[in-house]
């Protein structure tokens, strides 16, 4: 079966400029997670969603980022006015319920450039 | 917030040797998970494994909730285990994952 994908795999952006990543989580995964890995870093967390809800946003950075996942499945990571420390790679994850013991799943990740 | 450390920071093996790799953390867990970091960046679930043990292939991991840390091991190694590889761990009234500070493996052909 398919596993959680994103799109594009890479993007470089100019400084200011805006971008949008795209999340497609596994099919039927009730709960779906964002997170940032800066080079030679783990991931950290950013924003967790539950179907349409967002639950968690405690990890954004700033108020330039903006996650939404209107209909519960297909979820998009917003960066307004990027900034060169918004440079890193931005992994998406879905697990199948909603209980705080379910396994999570990684897409491949998109790595942004801000130049 | 809990602290997730995980030793050795890097480790280099000749092809075939085994190794264990540490993951220590701070408090109390609901969720732990093992991670393989591929050079391309794909993070590959190893185990699932909050508490006992398992094992698939070559790769056991060991958690023991009550003493705090999980052990992951690797026997006859390969180059393609080459990575770096991070625990991650849910506390009690989150869902998100606060992952290790990772070890760096290097397999030598």
């Known amino acids: 079966g398919a596993g959680v994908s994103q799109s594009p795999r890479y993007k470089v952006a100019k400084r200011g400029q805006d971008v949008a990543l795209r999340c497609d989580p596994i099919?039927?995964?009730?709960?779906l997670f964002w997170y940032q890995q800066a080079l030679g870093q783990g991931p950290e967390f950013l924003t967790y969603f539950q179907n349409e809800a967002q639950l968690d946003k405690s990890g954004l950075p700033s108020d330039r980022f903006f996650a939404e996942r209107p209909e519960g499945s297909v979820s998009t990571l917003k960066i307004q006015r990027t900034q060169q420390e918004d440079s890193a790679v931005y992994l998406c994850a879905s697990s199948q319920g909603t209980s705080r013991y379910n396994e999570q799943f990684f897409g491949p990740g998109t790595r942004l450039t801000v130049l | 917030g809990i602290q997730v450390e995980q030793s050795p920071p890097d480790l280099i093996l000749q092809e075939g040797a085994n190794s264990t790799l540490r993951c220590n953390f701070s408090d109390s867990v609901n969720n732990l998970q093992w991670f393989h970091q591929n050079p391309w960046g794909q993070l590959i679930n190893l185990f699932y494994i909050p508490s006992g043990t398992k094992q698939n292939g070559r790769l056991s991991a060991t958690t023991v909730a009550t003493e705090r840390y999980s052990l992951l091991y690797i026997s006859s190694s390969q180059t393609t285990d080459s990575g770096v590889y991070f625990c991650?761990?849910?506390?009690?009234?989150?869902?998100?994952?606060?992952f290790g500070t990772g070890t760096r493996l290097k397999v030598l052909a």
């Open positions: 991650a761990v849910v506390t009690s009234g989150t869902y998100k994952y606060i």
């Open positions: 099919s039927g995964h009730v709960s």
